[in-house]
Antibody, heavy 117, light 110 residues
Framework: QVQLVQSGAEVKKPGASVKVSCKAS????????MHWVRQAPGQGLEWMGW????????NYAQKFQGRVTMTRDTSISTAYMELSSLRSDDTAVYYC??????????WGQGTLVTVSS | QSALTQPPSASGSPGQSVTISCTGT?????????VSWYQQHPGKAPKLIIY???KRPSGVPDRFSGSKSGNTASLTVSGLQAEDEADYYC??????????FGGGTKLTVL
């Protein structure tokens, strides 16, 4: 079965960067796009972008362009999301999700990123 | 891209049906049959319950159904049960390799 296991919680200072990993198993990693979605405390879901693990090409939501980088390592079936110039309003749970018909399908457990001085 | 519009809350009694709307534009919901719905319980990751407007992943009860008319998609939960109390989100493909979510609806089972 599809399983996405994300890295652990992070605490970062404003201005720093964070890199979250998402290890996939149970399917062919390069066969499905991977979405990244975040959820601030008490707020809704926000789509950040996706990566094509086969080509490495990515598309980012306009809001995050210039600050987010999505990469992958096919040798270990792992996708990464790096967000730079962190601000307090970047405090959120970050999810990876394998695509199903253009939308997020199977989700990881989430990674809490806290930005605080 | 602007978020899709959902009502903040919805409610119904056990056994009743409730419908949640998701309104977009002709650039997203109106143009593509790639609308998905997610259920999220507190402290948990979202779970896909509907994709491609009206298809259910394996294991999702047929009490959950989806539809679309014009720029508005809808999720109907029939035979409400206590465990259906959760937040529900819609998403749509928006063209040019973009996806957009709705703001979410809190469903209360009275």
């Amino acid at each position: 079965q599809v399983q996405l296991v994300q890295s652990g919680a992070e605490v970062k200072k404003p201005g720093a960067s964070v890199k979250v990993s998402c290890k996939a198993s149970g399917y062919t990693f390069t066969g499905y796009y991977m979405h990244w979605v975040r959820q601030a405390p008490g707020q809704g879901l926000e789509w950040m972008g996706w990566i094509n693990p086969s080509s490495g090409g990515a598309n980012y939501a306009q809001k995050f362009q210039g600050r987010v980088t999505m990469t992958r390592d096919t040798s270990i079936s792992t996708a990464y999301m790096e967000l730079s110039s962190l601000r307090s309003d970047d405090t959120a749970v970050y999810y990876c999700a394998r695509t199903l018909s253009y939308g997020p399908g199977s989700w990881g457990q989430g990674t809490l990123v806290t930005v605080s001085s | 891209q602007s978020a899709l519009t959902q009502p903040p809350s919805a409610s119904g009694s056990p056994g009743q049906s409730v419908t949640i709307s998701c309104t977009g534009t002709s650039s997203d919901v109106g143009s593509y049959n790639y609308v998905s719905w997610y259920q999220q319980h507190p402290g948990k990751a979202p779970k896909l319950i509907i994709y491609e407007v009206n298809k259910r992943p394996s294991g999702v009860p047929d009490r959950f159904s989806g539809s679309k008319s014009g720029n508005t998609a809808s999720l109907t939960v029939s035979g409400l049960q206590a465990e259906d109390e959760a937040d529900y989100y819609c998403s749509s493909y928006a063209g040019s390799d973009n996806v957009v979510f709705g703001g979410g609806t809190k469903l209360t089972v009275l």
